[in-house]
């Protein structure tokens, strides 16, 4: 049975709002990249470098005094098509998988119960082509790309976007923050980046 939007949120970060921005702020000394996700005011919810080469080993997302918030871990290293389990790290407990169906043509992301995987969202992009693009063309970096957010149920509930910039950044907008839980969709951002750099 499908759990509601809140029972799949992350206990440190408590969104309600419907307006977000995740950046990618840079990377660290060992190339990793380091992002941040901000609310419509400005404010940081939180921030993370992602352990993009570090196969199992979890990712934190940290707020802005360094306490841990959330982790995130790969099913394996470079696993583009592969599976991202988010953990409470307040309460230890597993809340979503983010799972990845790339293709060309389409990539969707799905968000499961962690527990008894039944669908919870899907973000779809319009695929690798764009991606491809974005890393490939002369002004590649100027192409935005356009996520849709959708319910457990098909129906469009919200865009994630990017804006024509070097360093990818993010406004995410959910119409009804009702019918998906927003904490995994805005720490699913960063993954989606990571994972496959647009």
């Not at 890393?135 to 804006?163: C, M, W, Y």
């Amino acid at each position: 049975m499908v759990g509601t939007p809140q029972q799949h949120e992350i206990t440190g970060l408590a969104l309600s709002g419907t307006e977000y921005t995740v950046e990618q702020t840079g990377q660290d000394k060992n190339m990793r990249p380091e992002y941040e996700a901000r609310d419509i005011t400005g404010d940081t919810i939180f921030r993370c470098t992602y352990h993009t080469y570090d196969g199992e080993d979890p990712t934190p997302f940290v707020d802005e005094d360094g306490d841990e918030l959330l982790t995130v871990t790969a099913s394996g290293a470079l696993d583009i098509a592969g599976d991202y389990l988010l953990t409470d790290s307040h309460t230890d407990e597993d809340i979503v998988i983010l799972g990845n169906d790339f293709s060309l043509l389409r990539d969707t992301w799905r968000i499961r119960d962690a527990e008894d995987g039944s669908l919870i969202a899907t973000i779809t992009s319009r695929g690798g082509l764009i991606t491809m693009g974005r890393k490939l063309l002369p002004v590649g970096q100027f192409l935005g790309h356009r996520l849709n957010i959708a319910d457990g149920d098909g129906t469009s509930v919200g865009t994630i976007e990017s804006s024509a910039a070097i360093r990818d950044r993010y406004d995410i907008t959910i119409s009804d923050s009702s019918s998906v839980p927003v904490g995994p969709i805005v720490a699913g951002t960063v993954v989606i980046d990571a994972v496959q750099g647009y």
